[in-house]
């Protein structure tokens, strides 16, 4: 009996020593993933298609060209909005929301795009288009008009001190002073912030604040109703900053928002935008131009990650790949798009099958929204 219970005891020391190793390795191999959702399946994504598309940008098929859309809302005239597309090899494209080219200005090398209304002049109020201008590493600005026509309104360039040319930009209003802002940076990571002023009919531009992230940015978005500003690291994910000039430079990374976290996120993370709900409510979308995908988070903190879609090709409108910029705006806009809509450069357009250069896709919001589970608020 005694050697027997000595057996059971050896059993029981090197079960336990085997258990112990199971649950050792167990446990390490989950820390490990502790950091990464599931690995993404092509198939997981939510597919989508374009309702539009507009006419390509003038430039040759191997170009990497088109870059930023930016939605212009015509309030007296839904159906008579605008969208503006830059083209970092030569202009402004300004398209109707069927994606006809009404307009085309050889502006520079134009890179992003962003519009705020009613900036108080003189006499007057303007709808103002902010541009990125590589050409002239300057910030540009434009008065929209009714029929989508730009005119310069600056009354000088806003020359830009970054070291590395400008890239990303977008605008911002406080709530707080109703003051308007315009943020631009370079690939470097640095980030100026322009306050906007009125000088006659006309607009002037002074610094009063820079930011710094480590590595390359391009993506930015600013929200109004709450104050925040969202810059895109391309690398590593979607930062958020308060965007009032007098704020500390502190900054506080989204979770999930960059590919080391979430494996449905390829770099580069490019396009932001936001697409706004009553009391504060709505998503932030981010272009994940490596996986040519699209994230979707929480407007409101801690911003959580609902999801991704891609857009596919139609019967009549190819998909989409590599998106550089984007814009939302949730609007009635009419029948086809009742509930606002989404536009987004397209990396590798074609037509008829054939290769073409580079445009924009329109997409309704709703198309997208019903596709989510659960679904998302439109």
């Known amino acids: 009996m005694k050697r027997l219970t000595d057996n059971c005891r050896k059993n029981i020391f090197y079960f336990s020593s085997a258990l ?9 191999t989950s820390c490990g993933n502790t950091r990464k959702q ?14 539009a598309e507009t006419k390509p ?172 500003l969202y810059v895109g690291e ?9 965007a009032e000039p007098s704020a500390s430079d502190s900054c506080v990374l989204i979770p999930l928002s960059g590919e080391k976290e979430n494996s449905y996120i390829t770099s580069d993370i490019e396009g932001l935008a936001i697409y706004k709900l009553p009391s504060e409510e709505g998503y932030l979308i981010a272009s994940s131009q490596g996986n040519s995908s699209y994230a979707v988070f929480n407007r409101k903190p801690p911003h959580k990650y609902l999801g991704s879609f891609k857009i596919v090709s139609g019967t009549k409108i190819d998909g989409v790949e590599e998106t550089d910029g984007l814009d939302v705006v949730n609007f009635n806009f009419g029948d086809k798009y009742p509930d606002g809509l989404l536009v987004v450069q397209d990396g590798t357009n074609t037509e008829s099958e054939a290769p073409a250069s580079q445009n924009f896709k329109i997409v309704s919001w709703d198309s997208i929204a019903i596709k989510f589970n659960p679904q998302l608020v439109f």
């Open 57 to 228: 940008v003038p430039r040759a098929l191997t170009e990497d060209s088109a870059d930023d859309p930016a939605i212009w809302i015509n309030y007296s005239e839904p159906d008579s909005s605008y969208i503006v597309g830059t083209d970092k090899k030569g202009g402004l494209a300004v398209y109707d929301l069927s994606g006809r080219e009404k307009f085309y200005y050889n502006t520079g090398f134009m890179n992003n795009a962003d519009i705020r209304y009613k900036f108080p002049l003189a006499s007057d109020t303007a709808d103002i288009l902010a541009v990125s201008n590589r050409t002239d590493q300057s910030v540009d600005l434009f008065r929209i008009n009714n029929d989508g026509s730009l005119e310069i309104i600056h009354n000088q360039q806003l020359k830009s001190m970054l070291k590395e040319e400008v890239y990303g930009l977008c605008m911002y209003q406080s709530k707080i002073t109703g003051k308007y802002f315009v943020f631009v940076n370079g690939k470097d990571g640095a980030i100026e912030q322009w306050e906007l002023s009125a000088h006659d009919n006309k607009i002037d531009g002074k610094i009063v604040r820079n930011l710094k992230l480590k590595t390359q940015t391009e993506g930015m978005v600013a929200d109004d109703e709450t104050g925040t």
């Open 20 to 28: 112990l190793i199971i649950l050792s390795v167990f446990v390490l």
């Open 38 to 51: 599931k690995t993404a399946d092509p198939n997981s994504f939510i597919s989508v298609t374009a309702q």
């Open 234 to 242: 391309e690398d590593k994910g979607i930062w958020k900053f308060n």
